[in-house]
C-alpha cells in the first residue's frame, strides 16, 4: 500500500478514469442491444451490468498490484456483438450454460501456456500494425464528430494541443475538464438521462444444451482470444511490458466462471481502453503507469455497486465529447504503433496489409477484422521474408576444377 501511495499520480487515476468512461460510453450499449434482443427484464440486465462491472474492477486491481503493470479487464465486446444474434432464439439459463463452458475452455487454454508461445512468435511490426489499425477509428471519428458539436470539439481538440505543449502529462485530463464544463455551460448534458438506484444481483440457474454449445459457447471462445486477448496483449508488448499472458487469461476466465451465473458473459484483456493507460500520458514512468489499472479497477466497482446510477451519468453526455474524448486519448497510442509497425523495411509491406485489413471493419466466417488482419499479414510476413534457395551459375561446369592432363 505505500509503494501505491508514493506512485500514485493524478495523470495515472485520470488515465483509469477515462478508460473507464469510454468502456460504458460504448461497449455497454452493445450489451443494452443483446439485453433487448432477448426481451430480458430490468433486473437481469442490472445484475449483468454489476456481474461484469465487479469482475473488471476486481481483476484489474489485483492483477495491476500483483505484476506493477496497467492491467485493464474488461467484458468481451466482440462476444456481447455476438449476443445481440443469439439471444433472441435462446433463454438466458441457456446463455449462461454456454458462458460457463466457454470461460472453461479458455481456462484450459490460459493454464496450458500455449497462448504465450503463438504470441511470442508474432512478429513487432504485424501485431503494432493490428493494434493501429483497431484504434485508427478512433481517431478518424474524434474529427468526424466535429460536424455534430463543432464548438465542444474544437475547444477539447485546442486545449489537448495547448496542454501537450506545455503540461503533456495533464493533457487529457484538461480535454475532460474543458469538454465536460462546456456540455454543462451550453446544456448539452441530458439531465433527463440521470436516474437513482442501485444494481442487484440475480442468481440465474444454467442450463446446458449441445446445440447452444455449439452455437454460442464455441464462437465466444473464438471471439475471445482473438478478438481481445491477442490484441490486448500486443497493446502490453507494444508499450514494452513483457508481461505474461496465461495468468491474465486464467484469471479472466476463472473470473468469469465465477460471474456467469449473474450474467456476466465474458472478461477478457481491455485493448482499447488499455491503451490509455499503458502510454506516456498516463506517466512519463512505465514503472508507475500500473496506478492507471488500479484506478480503472476503483472506477469499475463504483460502477458495479452504483451501477444503475453511474451508467446513466455517462449516457447524459453528448456523444460528440465521449467520441473527441476517446479520440484525443488514443493518439499518442495510435502514433507509436504506427511507428513500430512501419519501423522494420522488410515487415512494412505486410504491417501495411495487416493495418488496411484490420481497419476495413470486415467480418468473415464470423472472425473479427483484427483477427483477419494478422492472418493476411503473418501470410504476407512468411511469402515476402521467405529465403530462396541460391540460384545455381547457369555454366555450373566452369567452376568446377579442371583434371590436369597427365605428364
Known amino acids: 500500500m505505500k509503494t501505491l501511495l508514493s506512485d500514485i499520480s493524478l495523470s495515472a487515476v485520470v488515465a483509469g478514469f477515462i478508460a473507464t468512461v469510454?468502456?460504458?460510453?460504448?461497449?455497454?450499449?452493445?450489451?443494452?442491444?443483446?439485453?433487448n434482443a432477448g426481451g430480458l427484464p430490468h433486473d437481469l440486465v442490472s445484475s449483468w451490468v454489476w456481474a461484469i462491472s465487479i469482475g473488471s474492477g476486481v481483476l484489474g486491481i489485483v492483477l495491476s498490484l500483483?505484476?506493477?503493470?496497467?492491467?485493464?479487464?474488461?467484458?468481451?465486446?466482440?462476444?456481447?456483438?455476438?449476443?445481440?444474434?443469439?439471444?433472441?432464439?435462446?433463454?438466458?439459463?441457456?446463455?449462461?450454460?454456454?458462458?460457463?463452458?466457454?470461460?472453461l475452455v479458455i481456462l484450459l487454454v490460459g493454464l496450458s501456456g500455449a497462448f504465450d508461445k503463438v504470441i511470442?512468435?508474432?512478429?513487432?511490426?504485424?501485431?503494432?500494425?493490428?493494434?493501429?489499425?483497431?484504434?485508427?477509428?478512433?481517431?478518424?471519428?474524434?474529427f468526424v464528430s466535429v460536424k455534430q458539436q463543432p464548438w465542444l470539439v474544437l475547444a477539447m481538440f485546442?486545449?489537448?494541443?495547448?496542454?501537450?505543449?506545455?503540461?503533456?502529462?495533464?493533457?487529457?485530463?484538461?480535454?475532460?475538464?474543458?469538454g465536460v464544463a462546456i456540455a454543462v455551460a451550453g446544456g448539452e448534458l441530458h439531465s433527463e438521462a440521470l436516474v437513482l438506484g442501485l444494481a442487484m444481483p440475480v442468481w440465474i440457474t444454467p442450463e446446458f444444451d449441445w446445440q447452444v454449445m455449439l452455437g454460442v459457447a464455441f464462437p465466444l471462445v473464438v471471439v475471445?482470444?482473438?478478438?481481445?486477448?491477442?490484441?490486448?496483449?500486443?497493446?502490453?508488448?507494444?508499450?514494452?511490458y513483457q508481461t505474461p499472458a496465461s495468468p491474465l487469461i486464467s484469471s479472466s476466465a476463472l473470473g468469469t466462471l465465477l460471474l456467469a451465473p449473474f450474467g456476466c458473459h465474458g472478461l477478457n484483456l481491455a485493448a482499447i481502453t488499455a491503451a490509455i493507460c499503458t502510454g506516456r500520458e498516463s506517466h512519463e514512468d512505465p514503472a508507475k503507469r500500473y496506478v492507471a489499472g488500479v484506478s480503472g479497477g476503483v472506477f469499475y466497482l463504483l460502477l458495479g455497486l452504483f451501477g444503475a446510477t453511474l451508467v446513466s451519468v455517462f449516457?447524459?453526455?453528448?456523444?460528440?465529447?465521449?467520441?473527441?474524448?476517446?479520440?484525443?486519448?488514443?493518439?499518442?497510442?495510435?502514433?507509436g504503433a504506427l511507428s513500430a509497425a512501419?519501423?522494420?523495411?522488410?515487415?512494412?509491406?505486410?504491417?501495411?496489409?495487416?493495418?488496411?485489413?484490420?481497419?476495413?471493419?470486415?467480418?468473415?466466417?464470423?472472425?473479427?477484422?483484427?483477427?483477419?488482419?494478422?492472418?493476411?499479414?503473418?501470410?504476407?510476413?512468411?511469402?515476402?521474408?521467405?529465403?530462396?534457395?541460391?540460384?545455381?551459375p547457369q555454366n555450373s561446369c566452369a567452376s568446377l576444377p579442371q583434371e590436369q592432363p597427365a605428364r
Open 66 to 103: 500483483r505484476y506493477k503493470v496497467p492491467i485493464i479487464i474488461a467484458w468481451s465486446a466482440p462476444g456481447s456483438a455476438l449476443l445481440v444474434a443469439m439471444l433472441p432464439d435462446i433463454s438466458m439459463n441457456q446463455a449462461v450454460g454456454a458462458y460457463l463452458a466457454s470461460s
Open 224 to 240: 475471445a482470444l482473438t478478438g481481445q486477448f491477442v490484441p490486448g496483449m500486443v497493446v502490453l508488448r507494444n508499450d514494452g
Open 342 to 392: 512501419m519501423s522494420v523495411p522488410a515487415d512494412r509491406e505486410a504491417a501495411l496489409i495487416t493495418f488496411l485489413v484490420t481497419v476495413s471493419g470486415m467480418s468473415f466466417l464470423g472472425l473479427s477484422a483484427a483477427f483477419w488482419g494478422l492472418i493476411f499479414g503473418i501470410a504476407a510476413h512468411l511469402l515476402l521474408t521467405l529465403r530462396k534457395p541460391p540460384a545455381v
Open 158 to 178: 485546442a486545449t489537448y494541443l495547448l496542454f501537450k505543449r506545455l503540461l503533456p502529462r495533464y493533457a487529457v485530463m484538461a480535454v475532460l475538464v474543458v
Open 22 to 35: 469510454i468502456s460504458y460510453a460504448g461497449p455497454l450499449v452493445i450489451i443494452f442491444q443483446a439485453a
Open 120 to 142: 511470442s512468435k508474432l512478429p513487432t511490426a504485424i501485431s503494432a500494425a493490428m493494434l493501429a489499425g483497431i484504434l485508427f477509428r478512433f481517431g478518424t471519428e474524434l
Open 315 to 335: 449516457t447524459a453526455f453528448p456523444a460528440a465529447l465521449i467520441a473527441a474524448l476517446a479520440g484525443l486519448a488514443l493518439l499518442a497510442a495510435i502514433g
